[in-house]
Every structure is written in structure tokens, then in C-alpha cells.
């Protein structure tokens, strides 16, 4: 199946990646494999949502979430919004309007896998009202993507130096305002699949790629904590690994109950 090559290919994508950017042998030339890894990790969770939910509401979900995250990156870029006063390395891949296209895949895998372990900890509580099951559901997912931004972004910004910032910030020299904004925008998608997948959302119909979601949270975690080893951003480390294994602990615990 489609489906299964794609995954055995981003798996093959991402042990040759760590192994290159960890001893620094990806050459210039290869740069764009950085955005085909993304691209290939936004399309295993656009695949989760389309098979484990109705085919129809699973791309809808998907096309939505890459074109708002695209142009909350933009409005970002070019007024200073939501993620503090940035501009990407002009190596990052294809761009549309200024907002190279594997950040939108990139937020997809993002809200795919937060979604499965938000899901499954808030189950855990047994919540019966509907409205502060979606709040909760929101507020766990969007604190798991934040999770992810803990290593993601001083990586990318002071060893890859895949985007840069203009005003600095106590932690890594990031404003405030850039997890602040990832908070934000993932609370509000997260809010956004609740609503879509309201009818069916005590149905896991695909119990395989429930676990594909959670593991590949933790290997682009740790692919990033790896990168962040090497360039000594060691109290990113530690606290991702922390909150990363906290998340995975939650979810274990709520998913043997």
C-alpha cells in the first residue's frame, strides 16, 4: 500500500538524515532534503487523519491545517504577528509568498501527532460535557506542540540557522511570543479537528496508525534533541526530554485504563 511505502520511505528518510546532520555530511547541494523530510512527515499525518476518520473530513482536516498555518506564517513574516519579528534562510525549499511550503506539512504532522496523545490523556479523565472536553483536548494538544517548538526552534535557529529572529528572548534568544503563538495557533486548530470530528470522535478505526502518530512525536523530538546535543543547547534538551516523557507517560497511563 501507498501508505505503508510512504512511511518505510520517511523512516529510511530520517535515519540517513539524522546520521548526516549529526556528523555534518549533508552537503550543500542536499539541502532540500530538509524539506522533502518535512513535507513526507506533514503527508504520514495527513494519512493518519484520512484513514483512521472519514476519508472526506480527514483531507478537509488536512488541506486546513497546512493553508492556516501557511498563512498564519506569512501574516507572521510579514507583520510581526503571532511568532515575534522573523524571515526563513532563503535555502528552506519552495516558498509560497515567503512561507516555504514544508512549514505547512510540517505543522500538519505537528497537529496529527498531538492530536493522538491529547486525545487519548483527555480520555483518561472521562470528561461527559462536550465543551470542556474540546477545551481540554485543546489546551493538552497545544501544550504538546509547544513541546516540540522547545527544541525545534533553538535548533533551527542557532545550529541550522534555518530562520532568524530580530528580537531577542530569555530562552535561546526566542521571543516570548513565538511559543506563545504556537500555543495559540495549535489550541485554535486543535478546536477546529474537535468540531470537524465531533460525531466520530470515540472512533480509533485504525489502531496502526494511532501508534505511527505517537511514534513519530517522538523521533522528530529526538532527531532535533540530538542536533540540539550537538550544538550544546543542553537545558533544551533537558527540558524537552522531560516534558516529551511526561506526554508519553500520560498517554501510556491513559491508554491502560
Known amino acids: 500500500m501507498i501508505q505503508i511505502f510512504?512511511?518505510?520511505?520517511?523512516?529510511?528518510?530520517?535515519?540517513?538524515?539524522?546520521?548526516?546532520?549529526?556528523?555534518?555530511?549533508?552537503?550543500?547541494?542536499?539541502?532540500?532534503?530538509?524539506?522533502v523530510f518535512l513535507i513526507l512527515a506533514g503527508t504520514l499525518g495527513g494519512i493518519y487523519f484520512s484513514i483512521n476518520y472519514p476519508k472526506?473530513?480527514?483531507?478537509?482536516?488536512?488541506?486546513?491545517?497546512?493553508?492556516?498555518?501557511m498563512f498564519a506564517e506569512w501574516l507572521g513574516v510579514n507583520?510581526?504577528?503571532?511568532?515575534?519579528q522573523y524571515d526563513y534562510n532563503s535555502d528552506f525549499g519552495f516558498k509560497i509568498a515567503g512561507v516555504p511550503i514544508a512549514?505547512?506539512?510540517?505543522?500538519?504532522?505537528?497537529?496529527?501527532?498531538?492530536?493522538?496523545?491529547?486525545?487519548?490523556?483527555?480520555?483518561?479523565?472521562?470528561?461527559?460535557?462536550?465543551?470542556i472536553r474540546a477545551i481540554c483536548y485543546a489546551t493538552v494538544g497545544g501544550f504538546a506542540a509547544v513541546v516540540?517548538?522547545?527544541?525545534?526552534?533553538?535548533?533551527a535557529f542557532h545550529v541550522k540557522e534555518y530562520w532568524l529572529w530580530y528580537q531577542g528572548g530569555m530562552y535561546y534568544e526566542i521571543p516570548f511570543s513565538n511559543f506563545a503563538g504556537w500555543f495559540f495557533l495549535a489550541f485554535v486548530l486543535h478546536l477546529f479537528v474537535y468540531v470537524?470530528?465531533?460525531?466520530?470522535?470515540?472512533?480509533?478505526?485504525?489502531?496502526?496508525?494511532?501508534?505511527?502518530?505517537?511514534?513519530?512525536?517522538i523521533l522528530i523530538i529526538l532527531m532535533f534533541v540530538v542536533l540540539a546535543l550537538k550544538g550544546a543547547l543542553f537545558l533544551s534538551v533537558?527540558?524537552?526530554?522531560?516534558?516529551?516523557?511526561?506526554?508519553?507517560?500520560?498517554?501510556?497511563?491513559?491508554?491502560?485504563?
Not at 540517513?16 to 546532520?21: C, K, N, Q, T
Not at 472526506?56 to 498555518?69: D, E, P, R
Not at 507583520?79 to 515575534?84: A, R
Not at 470530528?197 to 505517537?214: F, G, H, S, T, Y
Request: hydrophobic share 60%; proline share 2%; with cysteine.
Open 56 to 69: 472526506i473530513k480527514g483531507i478537509f482536516i488536512s488541506l486546513t491545517v497546512v493553508a492556516c498555518t
Open 103 to 131: 512549514i505547512g506539512f510540517a505543522w500538519l504532522m505537528v497537529i496529527s501527532t498531538t492530536h493522538v496523545l491529547a486525545k487519548q490523556i483527555i480520555r483518561f479523565f472521562s470528561l461527559k460535557n462536550t465543551y
Open 238 to 257: 533537558i527540558v524537552t526530554l522531560f516534558a516529551t516523557a511526561s506526554f508519553i507517560a500520560l498517554y501510556r497511563k491513559a491508554e491502560n485504563k
Open 148 to 155: 516540540i517548538d522547545l527544541v525545534i526552534d533553538p535548533v
Open 6 to 35: 510512504i512511511f518505510r520511505l520517511f523512516i529510511f528518510w530520517y535515519i540517513v538524515g539524522i546520521f548526516l546532520l549529526a556528523f555534518d555530511l549533508l552537503p550543500a547541494a542536499l539541502e532540500w532534503a530538509n524539506a
Open 196 to 217: 470537524v470530528l465531533k460525531r466520530e470522535w470515540q472512533e480509533d478505526q485504525n489502531i496502526e496508525w494511532k501508534k505511527k502518530m505517537v511514534i513519530l512525536y
Open 79 to 84: 507583520y510581526n504577528l503571532f511568532f515575534g
